[in-house]
């Protein structure tokens, strides 16, 4: 595809429950960077991604957040124990360079936890 | 904790006014870039502007830049029913070599015909 793809485009769980967000960035895109977005708030960043290192986690709210990615292709946001806090649109972004000016957003993943 | 902060928080215009929306942030950047979110989903880059720079352009989209102040500006001209959406300021890149975008809160903004 020509963009970022995020699935699922909505996820529902109860709390307590893992959740897994995927993102695709477009091809070729070295840097590929995970935010997240509060209702009515701006987007925090969580983690950026050079390939498949991780040079900066500082955003992750705690350790019941990570991330991976595979190359420089998909990423899997995972979210274990979830919790109501953690309801959010989860967005990301790649961008062909890391010091590339403009980032590419995927249209997010909505998590509500019940 | 936010960079930026936008105002108005909210701005309901008619067509054909223009819209202005206020940034401001708080350390050093070395640019500035403005985009857009429909339906609070995806971001569309809008414009950037770097610190040595006081005023851009991009079609009816005019930003400018105040490093003194830290503070930026966002004028949409002549609005359009279509530009109703939630803008945001966001700053970067920092040290290290990469875009670690810090976003404000954004305003909507909405355009009614």
């Known amino acids: 595809g020509a963009g970022v793809s995020q699935s699922p485009s909505n996820k529902v769980t109860e709390k307590g429950k893992d959740v897994e967000l995927r993102c695709d960035p477009i091809?070729?895109?070295?840097?590929l960077y995970w935010y997240r977005q509060r209702l009515g708030q701006g987007l925090e960043f969580l983690i950026y991604?050079?390939?498949?290192?991780?040079?900066?986690k500082s955003g992750l709210p705690s350790d019941r957040f990570s991330a991976e990615r595979t190359g420089e292709s998909v990423s899997t946001l995972t979210i274990q124990r979830t919790q109501q806090e953690d309801s959010a649109v989860y967005l990301c972004?790649?961008?062909?360079?890391?010091?590339?000016?403009?980032?590419?957003f995927g249209p997010g993943t909505r998590l509500t936890v019940l | 904790s936010q960079q930026g902060e936008e105002d108005p928080q909210a701005l309901s215009i008619q067509e054909g006014e223009n819209a202005t929306m206020n940034c401001s942030y708080k350390?050093?950047?070395?640019?500035l870039q403005w985009y857009r979110q429909n339906s609070g989903r995806g971001l569309v880059h809008l414009i950037l502007i770097r610190s040595n720079e006081r005023e851009k352009h991009s079609g009816r989209l005019r930003v400018t830049l105040d490093t003194s102040k830290k503070s930026s500006s966002l004028l949409i001209t002549a609005s359009r029913a279509a530009d109703t959406a939630s803008y945001f300021c966001a700053t970067g890149p920092f040290s290290g070599g990469y875009n670690k975008l810090i976003f404000g809160a954004g305003t909507r903004l909405a355009v009614h015909p």
């Open positions: 350390t050093s950047i070395n640019n």
């Open positions: 091809s070729g895109h070295t840097a």
């Open positions: 991604f050079q390939g498949n290192s991780a040079p900066d």
């Open positions: 972004a790649s961008s062909l360079q890391p010091a590339a000016d403009e980032q590419f």
